[in-house]
RNA sequence: GGGGGCGUAGUUAAGCUGGUUAUAACGCUGCCCUGUCACGGCAGAGGCCGUGGGUUCGAGCCCCAUCGCUCCCGCCA
């Protein structure tokens, strides 16, 4: 090529600034529209897209371009034509004249069209270089990367530290299965992959850095979601010196100025209050979950004393065995809430594992009409009303009853489900919130047992500490989650930084001294050796990402997510490994299934 | 581990109550076309209807099994 033009430009640098500059300009062909006697191609790289012109002795090399090959012109940029300047792109007040053409590669029958948006994701994973060439998928990655940039630069300005944690480390008795690695020097011994960086982070707080962040990489060996990935990354931060509402302050301020800078906002448009602090005993009873969508109101009422002992059997039986009976009020819903929508709910309120549900209309005369009205008096009626504020011709009770904490969370799901069939909030709003003072402790409902329901490293409220043993259930924790738009976004505590404080939470989940030693001992050690107060969060990047661009799915806004089963399509990741490099490790595969002898695929 | 949805040309879908040669759009191949940008026109190729079994005179359609993808529950400190 010409020894004039001394580089490629990218597409986005070309504009009627440039007309007749000679260019180089290199890219996937977009498109071809072979007119005959004329020829345009849109060249499309990582920046933009530019229409490029071929006429006379290129016509003939140029109308064997197809989708996606990979070309080089050299040309002269041109205003184009009054009346065809394209608005759409960036580019479409010019074009190049092609003066050369040389094609760099090919491109077989695509398995689909850059251009087409209702792909199958079984393809899309499979193929995903060509599915991160779409439109979508570019933005997604590209704004990946500017957010990350805002992150690491307004948590710099505050003096964070990045700091690299290991990935080979030592697995541990609680919490998701871990991603084991053997260790082929030591024979019969495994790193874990990360879940968290959890302990290092202590460590380091320890060791005095005492603003550490890190974009860490985490690893779980469960069962996937549309927001669940076995490998995911977290915005992972720990300080010291800070109490609770000093570290809850910071990282809202922090927050709030990451988002609004990455929504090109100023904080005070997008959060103009200072976020709600919830309890989470008030966000269960509320909202029925611990992690809330305050986008719209409609909270859980308890009508439990309303409605006790007023002669319906349903209702006084479920309350005389200490449940509750909770009613859900949508204003103005009557047309949503027709009998055979209302019939299906029974349906659905199982999914939630709500036992049954009862509902209530009001008519045009204010009346109910309701299958349970006939059980109580005008007066329960008319306090039910008060309490929940059914009293407008349209408006619809849904009425849960049961044990406390199924009715609750039972309700809390319907709650989000019918929020989004009546489309009750707007989709674009950003409704951020803390919920603090989780418990403790969370029991198994198979084996009874108790443990964590943060992590063990939790600091317990001081004035709670004495049921640590006696009844554990009631212990609050210094934890807290940030929740947007009804997801969590964020979890974090303060920690335990003394080690028998830390030693008694771990007997408390039942950890044998043995095998707190064997597993812990180093931190408890370190404890003793001047641990600062400190605590930490971490907040989900893919999760985030994936609310703030407006995506259904975390795997929108990762690079290389694994499908449902945990596989990667593209490479065929889990595979299997030489025999020799099994005896190596000194591993024995006993049980195999059969497909995974065949790796052909 | 459990439940729901989906599986038909390269792709996205249609295919009625089981009935002739399984449709369409985009893509692909060839020809025509000088201002297109969802270019247009003409012609054409392309299918083990995921796979295996069954019911039936006859199956893309019904039944059973199985595989794959996906969503949810369990699980995710």
């Known amino acids: ?13 070309l504009s009627s600034k440039n007309i007749s500059d000679k260019v180089r300009v290199m890219g996937w062909v977009a498109k071809v529209r072979n007119l005959g006697n004329m020829i345009f191609v849109d060249l499309r790289d990582r920046y933009s897209t530019l229409q490029v012109v071929f006429e006379e002795e290129l016509l003939e090399k140029a109308s064997k371009l197809r989708n996606e090959f990979v070309i080089g012109v050299e040309g ?26 040389a094609v760099l590669n090919k491109c077989e029958v695509l398995p689909f069209q850059i251009t087409d948006t209702d792909i199958s994701e079984h393809l899309r994973l499979k193929y995903r270089y060509l599915d991160l060439r779409r439109e979508k998928m570019r933005r997604n990655i590209i704004e990946r990367a500017r957010f990350t940039k805002i992150v690491r630069e307004e948590l710099e300005r505050e003096d964070f530290l990045d700091i690299e944690t290991p990935y080979l480390q030592k697995s541990t008795p609680e919490g998701a299965r871990d991603f084991v690695v053997p260790s082929r020097i030591h024979n019969g011994k495994f790193f874990a992959l990360p879940q968290s960086p ?54 809202e301020s922090i927050m709030k100025k990451i988002i609004s800078r990455f929504k090109n906002k100023t904080v005070e448009e997008l959060f103009p209050e200072p976020l709600t602090r919830m309890t989470y005993k008030d966000s269960v009873d509320y909202y029925g979950t611990d992690k809330p969508d305050i986008r719209f109101e409609n909270k859980l009422v308890d009508i439990s004393d309303i409605v006790r002992g007023k002669g319906f059997k349903v209702f006084d039986d479920i309350l005389e065995s200490g449940g509750i009976v909770n009613a859900l009020c949508f204003k103005d819903s009557g047309s949503y809430f027709t009998r055979k929508v209302l019939d299906n709910l029974m349906t659905t309120s199982k999914d939630y594992g709500l036992a049954g549900l009862s509902w209530a209309k009001k008519k045009e005369d204010l009346s109910w009409s309701s299958p349970i009205a006939k059980y109580f008096d005008s ?20 009425i849960g009853a049961g044990p406390y904490k199924k009715t609750k969370w039972g309700l809390g799901g319907l709650r989000n489900f019918l929020a989004k069939e009546l489309n009750l909030y707007d989709k674009n709003e950003l409704k951020l919130l803390w919920v603090v003072e989780f418990p403790m402790f969370e029991q198994s409902e198979e084996d009874g047992s108790i443990s964590a329901a943060h992590h063990p490293f939790t600091s317990p409220f001081r004035e709670d500490m004495d049921y640590l043993f006696t009844d554990p259930l009631r212990v609050r924790s210094r934890a807290y989650d940030m929740v947007l738009n009804g ?3 964020a979890s974090g505590s303060i920690r335990i930084h003394d080690p028998e404080t830390q030693s008694k939470v771990f007997e408390a989940i039942g950890l044998t001294r043995k095998e707190i030693e064997s597993k812990f001992g180093f931190l408890i050690e370190a404890f003793k050796y001047g641990a600062p107060p400190h605590g930490g969060i971490a907040f989900g990047l893919d999760r985030l990402l994936m609310l703030l661009l407006g995506e259904e799915s975390i795997k929108e806004v990762i690079p290389f997510p694994k499908t449902n089963k945990a596989q990667d399509l593209m490479s065929g990741a889990p595979g299997t490994v030489s025999d020799k490099d099994l005896s190596d490790l000194g591993i024995k595969i006993t049980r195999m299934e059969e497909e995974s002898l065949d790796d052909s695929e």
């Open 379 to 398: 007066d329960t009626l008319s306090s039910i009303e008060e309490k929940t504020g059914f009293n407008k011709e349209g408006d619809t009770l849904i």
């Open 1 to 13: 090529m010409s020894f004039l033009i001394k580089r490629t430009h990218r597409l986005n640098e």
């Open 76 to 101: 002269v940029v041109r205003e184009r034509p009054q009346g065809m300047i394209n608005t759409k792109m960036l580019t479409g007040s010019i074009e190049v004249k092609a003066d050369s053409l």
């Open 198 to 251: 959890q302990q290092y982070k202590q460590i380091l707080m320890i060791a005095g850095f005492d603003r550490y962040y890190q974009l860490a990489k985490c690893f779980r060996d469960e069962d996937l979601r549309a927001d669940r990935q076995p490998e995911f990354t977290q915005i992972d931060c720990e300080m010291s010196f800070i109490d609770q509402d000093e570290l809850l302050d910071e990282f």
């Open 487 to 489: 997801v969590e976004l």
